[in-house]
């Protein structure tokens, strides 16, 4: 049996062969092709920025914003029934009330809006939508009231993140689940080319994975530098998924746009990739 310099042993075979080990522990760091960040979906700056809420001066706000920011429901209907401000009227930062009380958590506030026709799909100065703020704030109820009224779940920001994106970075499978069956698309890329999937295993989000492939994602997806989900969760050490992904049937030896595998980015970590008569006690490196 081919040993490797760090001790590892990573069994990658067809579905049907027992694994032997996967992972052993090593203290390397994941290694990635020339060009590519430390995470693989965050090169150029790119990917999720994850801070839900706004920062909030009251000099950037109008009348109607600072009642929906503080939840203020009855205000927001009087300032709206005396004309004050219009129900899509946006602050100096281009955010409507909409947007700023689907960051503060103030569905009651939402509900108005929504009642009183608002436009739904009016972005913010990072394109961002009500919606997306819904779900990167892991907010299941305002996510539910926008999507029931007709907010489109397929709009990306400034990064090309869709809502389902969030939920997938926040591991929310009850607001997937939500987004999905109102046609938010599964195979969706941001700037990254990263599907869902594919920022789920980048992120090491095990059961988002598991969510994600029996809604019937892609496995076999590639994100822009041609790496599969396979080379991913190799390169972070994601046994768990590694296993899943080779029991979906993913494809071993498919290669990334430096023509390296699955099996390489294992072995520039210190780890063997063993073969299903390696893991009986055979000989032969795949």
């Known amino acids: 049996m081919v040993k490797s310099q760090g001790g590892g042993v990573l069994c990658l075979k067809p579905t049907g062969c027992k694994m032997k080990k996967i992972f052993r522990s090593s203290n390397k760091k994941p290694v990635?092709?020339?060009?590519?960040?430390?995470?693989?979906?965050?090169?150029?700056?790119?990917?999720?920025?994850?801070?839900?809420?706004?920062?909030?001066?009251?000099?950037?706000?109008?009348?109607?914003?600072?009642?929906?920011?503080v939840g203020d429901v009855a205000r927001v209907q009087q300032i709206l029934l005396l004309r004050k401000n219009g129900r899509n009227d946006k602050d100096k930062r281009t955010r409507t009330a909409l947007l700023l009380a689907c960051a503060s958590g103030h569905p009651t506030v939402v509900t108005l809006l929504v009642d009183w026709k608002c436009q739904l799909n009016l972005c913010d100065n990072e394109n961002r939508t009500a919606l997306i703020k819904a779900v990167q704030c892991q907010q299941d109820e305002r996510t539910s009231i926008l999507l029931e009224h007709g907010a489109d779940p397929n709009l990306v920001d400034i990064s090309g993140n869709t809502a389902l994106h969030y939920a997938v970075f926040g591991q929310n499978m009850?607001?997937?689940?939500?987004?999905?069956?109102?046609?938010?698309?599964?195979?969706?890329?941001?700037?990254?080319?990263?599907?869902?999937l594919l920022l789920a295993v980048s992120e090491n989000k095990q059961q988002m994975v598991e969510f994600l492939v029996k809604k019937q994602a892609n496995i076999h997806?590639?994100?822009?530098?041609?790496?599969?989900?396979?080379?991913?969760?190799?390169n972070y050490e994601s046994s768990s998924i590694v296993r899943l992904l080779l029991e979906q049937g993913i494809d071993i030896l498919a290669q990334g746009i430096y023509g390296r595998n699955a099996e390489d980015y294992a072995l520039m970590k210190g780890s063997s990739y063993v073969t299903g008569n390696q893991a009986k006690g055979q000989t032969g490196l795949m």
């Open 32 to 69: 990635l092709p020339l060009g590519s960040s430390t995470s693989p979906w965050r090169e150029g700056g790119d990917g999720i920025n994850y801070q839900p809420g706004y920062h909030i001066r009251d000099k950037d706000l109008g009348k109607i914003h600072k009642a929906a920011c």
């Open 174 to 196: 009850s607001i997937a689940t939500m987004l999905l069956s109102h046609n938010a698309s599964i195979e969706a890329r941001d700037k990254n080319n990263l599907t869902p």
């Open 221 to 234: 997806a590639l994100d822009k530098m041609k790496r599969t989900a396979l080379m991913l969760a190799v």
